[in-house]
């Protein structure tokens, strides 16, 4: 009954646990489902497939090869960037709670 008490007092936090949950949300599912969603949008609006296409070949015909290259390896990094920023976040959120934590253990009660 005192942990429920507890929690219902906001003495003990749920966020340290929720927040790895959050992470792997937006860490995994986030692009993947946004990837998944764009192949939807374009499956099911004939428009945006036309435009989509339209682009994909004006791309195609009008930059060389080693450009595409290039902005391949460029959205890589910006990826591999956004991901390590999203971990780096939810490490400091993390450590915030661990040094709450610890400063409750050393405080008198």
Request: net charge positive; proline share 4%; no cysteine.
């Amino acid at each position: 009954m005192s942990r429920l008490y507890d929690f219902l007092t906001f003495r003990v936090l749920v966020a340290p646990y929720v927040l790895l949950a959050f992470y792997y949300l937006g860490a995994l599912a986030v692009p993947v489902g946004g990837w998944w969603f764009s192949i939807w949008v374009r499956r099911r609006y004939w428009a945006v497939s036309e435009a989509y296409d339209a682009g994909k070949a004006a791309i195609v015909k009008n930059t060389p090869q080693r450009y595409r290259a290039r902005f391949i390896v460029l959205f890589a990094l910006a990826f591999i960037s956004m991901e390590i920023m999203w971990r780096v976040m939810f490490e400091f959120l993390i450590a915030y709670f661990q040094m709450r934590e610890a400063l409750l253990a050393v405080a008198p009660h």
